[in-house]
């Protein structure tokens, strides 16, 4: 069955520093991928997605994500975390034809001033 | 311009109780979500509504959960004699297709079993 792995589960940083949340998945064939992201008390929302193209995918806030196919990995990135990072991101994956997404357990960042 | 609306937003029940959950998607969306997270976990898929097709329930965990879609629109969680274990947020999203480009969702029903 198709799963998707976060390995991090709580990542505390300060401000500026710079962010990687891990996302691997196991299914061989063709696949769309997300990060979605939480913010506390907010309602879960797309923060970038990949389904074809550049590797190297451009969110809002200042994320990207890089695709890397031979690795089955989709990790998330920011080069400079701000305290409104804090929240809860989530990877999620849509194997082709499906419909439906699989979610990773999610990371907790906790961004300090 | 609404997005998706659940209710109600909480929900205490006891065990043994039947509860329904109301999903309102964005208006015009086909394609219909229902998913549950529970405490440290990620987001189980439950069930997929698109269009007028039968629906995908693969991921229902227990013949005690059903869900409908009326008119094409609105959406009702329905679990029967709930258990405790069935405490989780319940969430519903919507797409403008029948893939999961992007998935809108909803606020969340907080489901309380004692």
């Known amino acids: 069955a198709q799963s998707v792995s976060q390995h991090n589960h709580h990542v505390i940083l300060s401000e500026a520093a710079s962010l990687e949340l891990g996302c691997n998945y196991s299914?061989?064939?063709?696949?769309?991928l997300f990060w979605y992201v939480q913010y506390p008390g907010q309602h879960l929302q797309l923060l970038l997605k990949?389904?074809?193209?550049?590797?190297l995918v451009k969110g809002i806030k200042g994320f990207e994500a890089e695709f890397i196919k031979s690795k089955f990995s989709f990790n998330l990135r920011k080069p400079s975390v701000q305290w409104s990072d804090t929240a809860e991101y989530f990877c999620?994956?849509?194997?082709?034809?499906?419909?439906?997404?699989?979610f990773g357990a999610g990371t907790r960042l906790a961004v300090h001033p | 311009g609404a997005g998706v609306s659940q209710s109600p937003s909480n929900k205490v029940t006891e065990k043994g109780k039947d509860v329904e959950l109301r999903c309102d998607p964005i208006?015009?969306?086909?394609?219909l979500y229902w998913y549950r997270q529970s405490l440290g976990q990620g987001l189980e898929f439950l069930i997929y509504?698109?269009?007028?097709?039968?629906?995908?329930k693969s991921g229902l965990p227990s013949d005690r959960f059903s869900a409908e879609r009326t008119g094409g629109s609105v959406s009702t969680l329905t679990i029967q004699r709930t258990q405790q274990e069935d405490s989780a947020v319940y969430l519903c999203?919507?797409?403008?297709?029948?893939?999961?480009?992007?998935?809108?969702f909803g606020p969340g029903t907080r489901l309380t079993v004692l």
């Open positions: 999203a919507s797409s403008p297709s029948d893939r999961a480009n992007e998935q809108f």
């Open positions: 299914y061989g064939g063709t696949v769309n």
């Open positions: 990949y389904f074809s193209g550049d590797p």
């Open positions: 999620a994956v849509e194997t082709g034809g499906y419909n439906k997404l699989i």
């Open positions: 208006s015009g969306h086909t394609a």
């Open positions: 509504f698109q269009g007028n097709s039968a629906p995908d």
